[in-house]
């Protein structure tokens, strides 16, 4: 083959294989998600812990119904919806960005966002929207641990008001970098030094046996009202810094929650081994015993169905005797027994004559007449 048809050849494998090459710009190692992704999410959400919240205030029952719609509305939140959903369309290159004299990385990435009522069909909500993940930064996260609301003790709150935040952040995902022992432990300084009573913990997930931090619980419960009740928060990510579960509470009530559909056998895969390894000792090893017994058996039966029928032993033959061939006489060869002849005689000349003859040899005489 001469070089041209080798040029051609390879041109064409590489047309040919062209389509399966990923021209996709590589992501920074913070950013755990990929496009094409989808994450779903349960979701329940409700007023009646809220509007308590303004009623031991003191407000009356009227302007807490109304600071408290006031509130949803701003999160764009419908006690109907059920259920999240958030595909991801594109991620794009990382951004460089300046914050508090660090310089830190940001991801956009293209969504579209769907909801579900009362566990209906999904609708879409949103189409092509824009949202980043920051690189982990102690001071840019801290910043957006509080909202301007003093009683949301969480950290990047789902206030989605552009006007309180520089950077499209949602609380979907988190860089998978994050310290979550250090924010939990700087949050848990400012609740004690200026926000009453209150702390922060780390929250940890387990995984085949390895435990890691994987997000923050707070509760607060403000000294200048003793009849205000305690706020909580828990939030808690997946290593790739997706949103595994949110909720937050007055007084022990659910405000909202969020799970990421399956997050309890996320949450608890480290006793998938364990489960494995009784499975295999109590099922699958006395199963394997009995089959193999089984066959065995039959493969035995089965050989002695076709087992060659058993020899007789012969009784044994002593070696015969030599045996010397007898000589042979021959037969004395008998002579023919002479019968004694009956004599005629010849009426004319008188000489004998043999039997059976008609004339007489001598003289010819007929001897029949």
């Not at 009356?60 to 006690?79: G, K, M, P, Q, R």
């Not at 209906?120 to 102690?138: C, L, P, Q, V």
């Not at 480290?270 to 394997?288: E, G």
Request: proline letters at 5%; hydrophobic letters at 40%.
């Amino acid at each position: 083959m001469n070089r041209k048809k080798v040029f051609y050849f390879l041109f064409l494998w590489g047309l040919f294989l062209l389509p399966l090459v990923n021209f996709a710009v590589a992501q920074p190692s913070y950013v755990g998600i990929d496009e094409e992704d989808s994450y779903e999410w349960n979701t329940s959400f409700h007023k009646s812990p809220l509007e308590d919240y303004w009623i031991d205030l003191g407000y009356s029952v009227t302007y807490a119904e109304n600071i408290t719609d006031f509130f949803f509305n701003a999160l764009d939140i419908d006690t109907d919806v059920d259920g999240w959903r958030v595909y991801i369309t594109e991620i794009e290159s990382e951004d460089d960005y300046s914050y508090a004299g660090n310089e830190i990385g940001g991801v956009h990435y293209i969504y579209n966002f769907y909801v579900r009522e009362d566990g209906g069909d999904w609708k879409r909500k949103e189409h092509n929207g824009r949202a980043e993940i920051m690189e982990y930064d102690i001071y840019l996260y801290l910043a957006f641990t509080w909202a301007d609301m003093g009683f949301f003790p969480t950290w990047l709150n789902p206030l989605d008001l552009k006007e309180l935040f520089p950077f499209d952040m949602k609380l979907w995902f988190t860089p998978t970098n994050t310290n979550w022992r250090r924010i939990a432990d700087n949050v848990d300084y400012l609740y004690q030094h200026y926000h009453g009573d209150g702390e922060a913990n780390t929250e940890y997930c387990t995984s085949y046996f390895i435990q890691e931090d994987c997000g923050m619980s707070t509760s607060w419960n403000p000294e200048y009202n003793s009849q205000i009740e305690e706020f909580g928060s828990v939030v808690r990510y997946t290593s790739d810094g997706v949103l595994l579960h949110y909720e937050f509470t007055y007084d022990g009530r659910i405000i909202m929650e969020i799970d990421l559909e399956q997050s309890f056998l996320y949450e608890n895969s480290w006793w998938l081994i364990p489960l494995i390894v009784i499975v295999i000792v109590l099922v699958i090893i006395p199963v394997t015993i009995v089959s193999i017994v089984k066959v065995r058996k039959k493969h035995r039966v089965k050989k002695e169905k076709i087992a060659p029928p058993k020899e007789e032993k012969k009784p044994e033959v002593s070696a015969p005797a030599a045996v010397t061939p007898a000589v042979v006489t021959p037969a004395a060869v008998t002579s023919p027994v002479e019968t004694q002849e009956e004599v005629f005689f010849c009426p004319m000349c008188g000489n004998q004559v043999k039997a059976g003859k008609n004339f007489c040899q001598e003289c010819g005489a007929n001897l029949k007449e």
